[in-house]
């Protein structure tokens, strides 16, 4: 019986240990809970202010898409123009250089 006795004291006092080690792990994990909670706040926060910029961005772009549009067709319509008008201007000297002696017997008279 003594042994028992001894045995269920043993086992009594290993559960009491077990049970304190448990309620210091529930203290610990209420510490971690409140710092998950704090961090995922800050995420939420964060993730919020982040859609409110992507919508801000979203109008200010909106709003420059048809500028730049235009501009970038401005500036294909210069080019165009430029090429054509150095073409034009290339033909032009050529044919002034190629036909010099016509024009200039023309104008003199000879």
């Keep these: 019986m003594a042994n028992t006795a001894e045995a269920i004291g043993a086992l009594t ?6 049970n304190d080690r448990l309620d210091r792990d529930r203290e610990d994990r209420k510490e971690a ?3 998950i909670l704090a961090n995922r706040e800050a995420v939420t926060r964060a993730l919020f202010e982040l859609g409110h910029n992507h919508a801000d961005i979203d109008a200010r772009l909106s ?3 048809p500028v730049a549009a235009m501009v970038t067709s401005a500036k294909a319509k210069l080019a165009g123009a430029t090429l ?3 073409f034009i201007g290339s033909l ?3 044919g002034v250089w190629f036909f010099k002696d016509t024009i200039t017997r023309w104008f003199t008279g000879a």
């Design 63 to 65: 709003r420059v898409e």
């Design 84 to 86: 054509v008008l150095g």
């Design 13 to 18: 006092s290993t559960i009491g240990a077990m």
């Design 33 to 35: 809970d409140k710092d």
């Design 92 to 94: 032009a000297i050529g």
